[in-house]
């Protein structure tokens, strides 16, 4: 889709991820009034028209306090980056160039824009989640490096002083490995005998790896490392991975040199958010009052942007309204009670010179705290 589509209440949220597919998601998290959020308005909806191969989506804290609370977001605005409705990185404020290079980044190699009908329903292509800075590749050659492998075009991974190659792939979140994709050429110097070893706490060498116990062994065939082939792995011993070392022994043609066109590694995220989780509990929660005296809290209350609130409420004040509304998200460990960012407090005074806030969303809970104006309170 071109354009930016707002997401109109929560249930909404999930089926539009799920219409996204593998392609990049980009959803905004914004709330009515923000100025950081107004002032990038127009640069997201630029990018929505400039990058249509991405979904670009808008979700108003207010309207969908439950998918905010859910994902997290302590302030606006929020970009959270998604595939396959899984969460895969994010970014925070309303720097449009930063923005942009955060988008630029996770399409530069978009498995949805070359989507594999190959690829079993439930998994998906792995290469958004691999930690670039966290890899590297002993014996490649200066010309042909190992970021070659990680794109889809005509360049490739090629061997330096002789045949093997030992590769350490590290992931930016925990994964679950179904299979991989190894690409090489049909000249003999594709890849042939590969070990794969997981999680390693250092780096290896090749003496270590010829002589160390795999995870797993392969033989590769000359139709594994088709542009259509599929290296399965044991599932069940790849279900916790933060990072894979895969040492090349050989190629298919015992040439000098092994070369690479291309690979990545099939499976899940062990991780996923799920919105039943988050409702199960919001019942949960319902059931019970939430009854709590704020001003005994304020020493240990604590505000998304990390500083002790001590009698302060991070708000902006809508006095037509007589509402206040978290701009930062306020937490009281006393009585493990979280506000999220967006959250409207109802602002009452009383001819006795006191003042009382009720949380309506948070109802039946009612009135939570009733104190003298008189005391050391601001609203920043």
């Given at each position: ?276 989780d988050f409702k199960r509990g919001s019942q949960k929660e319902s059931q019970h009052h939430h009854v709590v005296a704020l001003e005994d809290c304020m020493g240990t209350s604590r505000c998304g942007c990390s500083t002790m609130c001590h009698s302060r409420l991070h708000t902006r004040v809508d006095r037509s309204a007589h509402v206040l509304v978290l701009e930062h998200e306020i937490r009281f460990p006393q009585s493990r009670l979280r506000l999220p960012l967006g959250y409207s407090v109802h602002h009452y005074t009383s001819e006795s010179s006191s003042a009382a ?24």
């Open positions: 889709m071109v354009g930016v589509k707002p997401v109109g209440s929560d249930p909404d949220f999930q089926p539009e991820l799920s219409g996204a597919g593998s392609r990049l998601a980009v959803v905004k998290f914004t709330m009515r009034g923000c100025g950081p959020c107004l002032r990038i308005a127009p640069a997201f909806s630029s990018m929505s028209n400039k990058y249509p191969q991405a979904v670009f989506l808008e979700v108003d804290v207010h309207q969908c306090q439950g998918t905010a609370a859910t994902n997290n977001i302590s302030a606006t605005p929020t970009f959270l980056f998604f595939r396959n409705k899984v969460r895969i990185d994010q970014y925070q404020g309303a720097d449009a160039v930063g923005l942009e290079e955060k988008i630029k980044q996770h399409l530069e190699n978009d498995p949805g824009s070359n989507e594999d009908t190959d690829i079993p329903k439930g998994y998906m292509d792995l290469m958004p989640f691999i930690n670039k800075a966290g890899c590297e590749c002993l014996n490649e050659s200066d010309e042909h490096g190992f970021d070659n492998c990680l794109r889809k075009d005509m360049s490739f991974l090629e061997s330096d002083c002789d045949e093997q190659l030992l590769i350490t792939v590290a992931f930016n979140q925990p994964v679950k490995l179904y299979s991989m994709k190894f690409q090489g050429p049909d000249n003999g110097q594709g890849p042939k005998y590969v070990k794969i070893f997981i999680n390693l706490p250092r780096s290896m060498d090749f003496e270590e790896a010829e002589r160390s116990e795999p995870t797993q062994a392969l033989e590769l065939t000359e139709d594994d490392i088709k542009e259509d082939g599929i290296v399965p792995l044991r599932y069940v011993k790849f279900q916790n991975v933060n990072s894979v070392t895969l040492f090349v022994q050989s190629n298919q043609g015992e040439e000098e040199t092994t070369r690479i066109s291309y690979f990545t590694f099939i499976g899940t995220p062990v991780q996923a958010t799920n919105m039943n806030y009720a949380f309506p969303s948070l109802s039946p809970f009612g009135i939570l705290a009733t104190w003298s104006t008189t005391s050391p309170w601001e609203f920043l």
